[in-house]
């Protein structure tokens, strides 16, 4: 296996082992980034729920470790303006890393296809300098198609992870919004 990953770096041209270097620092990155944000925004949803079951069993405020707390310190003047710039400022903070994993959703699949590209160039390059056959435009154009399917590979995990993470945001607006319709229905 080693002598494997040692061959193909040989062969391989040297733009096409810096697509796949980019695109294994753009999978860890999008990694990251959902781990990071899925476990937060779990966590905020939880606080949330919590805050939103204990409005509905009959409390008059939002509890201290919820999100609308913030903007319920003032006092008993509620307003929809006011739920409403909560609601836009938890949207924001919710849906932060979704552009960085929609921009690399889209355009790894373009960054494997720039590595392929050169590697085919490069394979044919090699078979006009010598007399080539089948079997070395069959080896060039294989090893070639290595970082094409790397970038669809990462770009399958990023498009997902920012699926997955979008609802978790939507989720979370819901509940606050609810939150805020429930106080907003106490103040009539």
């Known amino acids: 296996m080693i002598q494997t990953f040692a061959d193909y770096y040989d062969k391989s041209h040297p733009v096409t082992l810096f697509v796949l270097l980019v695109l294994s620092l753009y999978f860890i990155a999008i990694n990251w980034v959902f ?3 899925f476990f937060s925004l779990n966590d905020w949803i939880s606080t949330e729920n919590r805050s ?3 409005l509905l069993t009959g409390s008059n405020q939002v509890p201290d470790y919820a999100y609308l707390s913030h903007f319920t310190k ?3 003047n509620f307003s929809k303006a006011l739920f409403d710039l909560a609601s836009y400022a938890s949207t924001k903070q919710a849906t ?3 552009t960085f994993l929609s921009v690399v ?3 790894t699949p373009f960054i494997g296809l720039f590595g392929t590209v050169v590697s085919i160039l490069d394979t044919f390059d090699h078979i006009g300098q010598a007399s080539g056959t089948m079997s070395i435009i069959a080896a060039g154009v294989s090893d070639a198609l290595v970082a094409t399917a790397s970038g669809i590979f990462v770009a399958i995990f990023a498009y997902t992870y ?3 993470l979008k609802r978790k945001a ?3 607006s819901g509940l606050i919004r609810m939150q805020s319709d429930s106080l907003l229905s106490k103040e009539v």
């Open 105 to 107: 959703a889209s355009t």
């Open 52 to 54: 939103l079951e204990a």
């Open 162 to 164: 920012h699926q997955i």
């Open 74 to 76: 003032s006092g008993g």
């Open 35 to 37: 781990f990071y944000r």
């Open 170 to 172: 939507y989720e979370l």
């Open 96 to 98: 932060k890393g979704l």
